[in-house]
């Protein structure tokens, strides 16, 4: 479960942002919708625990963001946020299910080979693990990106513009594979995105 209270953010000699609260059960998936400039990355960035807010809290699984610092801030995002970003960043000289086994060991986890086979295979990736991420596809990369947000069963799952890209066939199919796949985990979803055809898509919004 994720909420956010009274949430600001103030840039040194910059703009000041102020957002609005956020309630997001488990097992729901939420558009946070805004034009560019709206300060969307930037309350992403807050509920992700990567920014400091200027006022105000987040609480993932009861637990107050604002309360961790340093090795535990890093140890709890570890295990319980899941991170897509709009271009997914490998570690290029590993393989894929090598970059997997990294997340769960960066997380403080044990290996569980089981779990992270398992995932590829529901992500048709399994005949990819031992393949090295520049040989895949944009689509198979992004792919993968979501099996390593997943690796560690995060109560919170973040994507960032993950269609700004697509066409809205592939657009679809995105948003299907990642509201099913937080819903096995039991994920909280937040999509962060100015793509207006997910409205369509996902009846719970939140607009900056």
Do not use: W
Not at 52 to 80: C, M, W, Y
Not at 177 to 185: I, P
């Amino acid at each position: 479960m994720l909420t956010s209270k009274d949430l600001s953010f103030q840039y040194p000699d910059g703009e000041r942002f102020q957002f609005p609260d956020l309630s997001c059960g488990a097992g729901e998936t939420r558009l946070l919708l805004g034009k560019s400039g709206s300060g969307k990355t930037t309350m992403l960035q807050l509920l992700a625990g990567l920014r400091r807010p200027a006022s105000g809290d987040v609480i993932i699984n009861g637990q107050s963001l604002g309360a961790l610092s340093g090795t535990a801030l890093d140890e709890f995002r570890g295990k319980h946020i899941g991170m897509i970003f709009q271009t997914a960043h490998f570690v290029r000289a590993l393989t894929v299910a090598e970059n997997l086994r990294l997340a769960q060991q960066l997380s403080g986890k044990a290996f569980a080979a089981s779990r992270m086979y398992g995932l590829l295979e529901q992500l048709d990736l399994q005949h990819k693990a031992n393949a090295l991420p520049g040989k895949l596809s944009v689509g198979q990369q992004q792919r993968v990106a979501i099996a390593r947000a997943l690796i560690n069963e995060p109560a919170v799952l973040f994507a960032d513009e993950p269609t700004s890209a697509l066409d809205d066939e592939n657009t679809a199919q995105v948003v299907s594979l990642l509201t099913e796949q937080a819903k096995m985990v039991g994920a909280t979803l937040l999509i962060v995105t100015h793509d207006n055809r997910l409205t369509s898509l996902i009846p719970q919004q939140t607009r900056l």
